[in-house]
């Protein structure tokens, strides 16, 4: 996973190639942009209690 979070810091040709990646282990699907990270790394550290204000729903 480490090669895909050494391509970050690249400058592409055009702007919209620019491709989102998790902050954490550079997962480019399911990326939550509030929390610059992917949906795996955010419910990990979620349930941790890791980020504040976000708290599993129950009803």
Do not use: N, Q
Request: with cysteine.
């Amino acid at each position: 996973m480490s090669k895909l979070v050494d391509k970050l810091p690249k400058k592409h040709k055009f702007k919209v190639r620019i491709k989102s990646r998790c902050k954490r282990c550079g997962r480019s699907r399911a990326y939550l942009r509030k929390f610059e990270m992917c949906r795996l790394c955010f419910r990990e550290l979620a349930l941790r209690g890791d980020i504040p204000g976000v708290i599993k729903s129950s009803w």
